[in-house]
């Protein structure tokens, strides 16, 4: 396609080419980074709804990780006397999206079978791809055999890759987001004070002329 040949907008402008990087750039931005800063909860209730949300999403439960998270926020809640933030666990499924499903329920299938001492068969990356990429264009129909791959082929050595990487993630991303919601907020404190100090030297100043 040549240049006068460029897809146009209804509104007559070219159409913008996004390309997967700038993609997964606005799921990182708006499902993940936004949800946090804007959390009107303590930095730790924040932080403890990024590890829930991380330890469902590095299991192989596609397509059900929220509804983990929603029925583990009820049990807490109504058993446990411990709360986190829902909306951030629901939002932090999404680290396991259509660009990071394959490679990451890959890793841990091939960690399941390293930790049961086999090795990963010619061809299972392409097979997990095709059988996910099944579940991307066809929706639920594409889950029917992904389950029966996941329960007959690959089911044990990807669930028992997937919990090192649940556990460990989850822990680290408990720390790692605590982290950063607090010097978030210290930045913001800080550059609300220097505003303050800036409006009320102003008046001062106003006030002495």
Not at 25 to 32: A, S
Not at 145 to 153: R, Y
């Amino acid at each position: 396609m040549n240049k006068a040949e460029t897809p146009k907008t209804k509104f007559g402008g070219p159409t913008r080419r996004v390309g997967w990087r700038n993609r997964l750039r606005r799921v990182i931005r708006y499902r993940l980074h936004i949800p946090m800063i804007r959390s009107p909860h303590s930095p730790e209730f924040t932080a403890r709804g990024v590890m829930v949300g991380m330890a469902w999403a590095m299991l192989p439960l596609v397509g059900i990780q929220m509804a983990c998270v929603f029925v583990t926020w009820v049990i807490t809640r109504r058993f446990f006397k411990w709360d986190f933030s829902l909306p951030n666990g629901l939002a932090w499924t999404w680290v396991t999206n259509v660009f990071t499903l394959v490679p990451c329920y890959y890793v841990f299938y091939v960690t399941g079978l390293f930790l049961m001492g086999s090795q990963s068969q010619e061809g299972d990356y392409e097979k997990i791809s095709g059988l996910i990429k099944g579940i991307v264009d066809q929706g639920m129909a594409g889950i029917v055999p992904w389950l029966k791959a996941l329960v007959v082929d690959w089911g044990v050595p990807m669930a028992i890759g997937s919990l090192p990487w649940s556990a460990g993630l989850a822990i680290l991303s408990y720390y790692l987001s605590l982290r950063f919601v607090r010097a978030y907020r210290e930045r913001r404190a800080h550059k609300m004070r220097q505003a303050q100090e800036v409006r009320t030297g102003q008046t001062e100043s106003d006030l002495g002329d």
